[in-house]
């Protein structure tokens, strides 16, 4: 029994492990030069900067945490998060509601104000359920911390009406900490929220590359890079999957690459179904790396609610993560704005990321321009799914279609699904253990 996985993403390559393990005769097909796909880092000039976008390894699931750190073993950093939120010039502790007592006055006032009113109003019953993600952030969290923060920041990162984002997905990947933590932590009492997330940890040497490069090493002869799957069809029992030049013959396909790029591979897909497909929302990536001579601030992560400061909706640093991932008295920076495929970012060329990004970190005062060492830029056209208010109707409809020609979907694009690296591996796990005899 043969197995073509398409796609050699961190889904594709774990699902081959794993199928390399149990013994079965597995290949994986992937277009791009290298295989990755968004866990890749790359190292230039001794900096070494995750291509798509900034990663850290957490998870709430034990088994799963404890594979992607076995994998890295030996070469591992753990850390204590330090996150914050860049509100009004200042560093306001993340999550928000865990960091009022940073605000200015009138704005800790307002948000814990309207977060009791709007409690009182729905134990009284008096406020309609939500019934879209801007509803939801407003019924939640009440307008003071909706508008200083959830709504800037959520509309910056998913490019995307919050009024027409569905929110069926909000629960475990939103924090939502207890009354009591937000009433301690407006009055100044210091509270941890999103807990699971308070220690990370991360490659010492070569990046978030590194765990897949781990998870890749016994498979390695079995993974063709440089393979854009074009082609997909079933000849009797026998997939062929082709390249344009070439074909590959399996007894079983799965799919691990964005459903979007396997549309076009597939003959006889129904207009229903095509139109599905097309209507699942994304949105695209663009990486600003930046490497100084210098320090960094103490901060794991920076969020940028604020559409004032820049198009950039969060700034990491690296260096902070790995002391390997910049060169001896250097640090490291990575600005990512996401944006929608075709929009005006993404006709922007590098030098105009470039400069847009190093004038806003040193209007923040994170760098001065003299320090700057090294620039580059990556970009990703599949960063983040986005859940507009008909993605469980087509959602099903694609998944019904791809179950009926025996092709599963697995991993964060395939699926379509905001799955992050621990989701994608626990994913892999389960459709395998759902297919033991
Ligand atoms: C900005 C950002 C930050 C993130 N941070 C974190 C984090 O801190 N922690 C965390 O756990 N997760 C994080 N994630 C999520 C994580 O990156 C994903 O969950 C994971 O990498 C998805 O892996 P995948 O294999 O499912 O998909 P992908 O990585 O997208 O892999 C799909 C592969 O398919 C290939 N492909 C496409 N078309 C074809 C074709 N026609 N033929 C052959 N191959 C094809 C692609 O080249 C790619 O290699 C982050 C994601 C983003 C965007």
New binding site residues.
């Given amino acids: 029994m043969k197995t073509a996985i ?9 699902l081959a492990r794993l199928m390399h393990e149990e013994g079965q005769e597995v290949v994986v ?4 030069a290298e ?6 880092s790359k190292t230039k000039q001794g900096f070494t900067f ?1 291509t ?8 709430r699931d034990a088994e799963v945490l404890s594979f992607m750190r076995r994998m890295i073993a030996g070469n591992e950093q753990l850390n204590n998060r330090n996150t914050k939120i860049f509100y009004k010039q200042q560093f306001v502790k993340y999550p928000f509601e865990n960091g009022l007592s940073d605000l200015p006055p009138e704005d800790r006032f307002l948000c814990i104000h309207e977060f009791i009113r709007t409690l009182i109003a729905v134990e009284k019953d008096e406020l309609a359920p939500p019934s879209n993600f801007r509803e939801w952030i407003y019924y939640t969290f009440g307008k003071g911390i909706a508008e200083c923060y959830m709504l800037p920041y959520n509309e910056k990162i998913w490019k995307y009406p919050t009024d027409r984002m569905s929110l069926h997905w909000v629960d475990g990947r939103i924090p939502r900490p207890p009354v009591e933590d937000i009433i301690k932590s407006a009055v100044g009492i210091n509270t941890e929220g999103y807990t699971h997330q308070s220690v ?1 940890s991360y490659p010492l040497d070569s990046g ?1 590359e590194a765990l ?1 490069r781990a998870i890749a090493k016994p498979i390695a002869p079995f993974i063709r890079t440089g ?4 082609s997909l069809a079933k000849s009797g029992e026998e997939w062929h999957i082709s ?1 344009g030049t070439e074909i590959i013959r399996a007894d079983q396909c799965i799919c ?3 459903v979007q ?2 549309l076009p ?1 597939l003959k006889g897909v129904s207009v229903n179904v095509q139109n599905a497909i097309n209507a699942l929302k994304y949105n695209s ?1 663009v ?1 600003v790396n930046i490497g100084i001579k210098g320090s960094i601030p103490p901060v794991s992560w920076l969020y940028v609610p604020d559409h004032a400061v820049g198009r950039t909706n ?1 700034i990491s640093f690296p260096s902070g993560y790995s002391r390997n991932v910049a060169p001896d008295g250097c640090g490291a920076i990575l600005a ?1 704005i ?1 944006h929608q495929p075709g929009d005006e970012v993404s006709r922007m060329s590098d030098e105009d990321l470039i400069d847009e990004v190093t004038d806003m970190l040193d209007k923040m005062h994170i760098l001065k321009k003299d320090q700057i060492v090294y620039s580059s830029v990556e970009r ?1 056209p ?3 799914v986005v859940y507009d208010l008909d993605y469980q109707k087509n959602i099903a409809l694609v998944r019904e279609y791809f179950t009926s020609i025996s092709l599963p979907l ?6 379509f699904e905001y ?6 591996i626990r ?1 892999v796990m389960d459709f395998l253990s759902a297919r033991q005899p």
């Fill in positions: 398409l796609g050699g993403g961190l889904s594709g390559l774990t097909l992937e277009a791009e295989y990755g796909g968004l866990c890749r995750d798509g976008g900034s990663h850290i390894i957490f998870s990370f978030i897949v393979f854009r799957v074009t390249n691990t690459m964005p790029h396997l591979c990536l990486c969060r990512e996401t990703q599949f960063a983040y697995v991993g964060r694009f395939a699926q799955l992050n690296m621990d989701g994608c994913s």
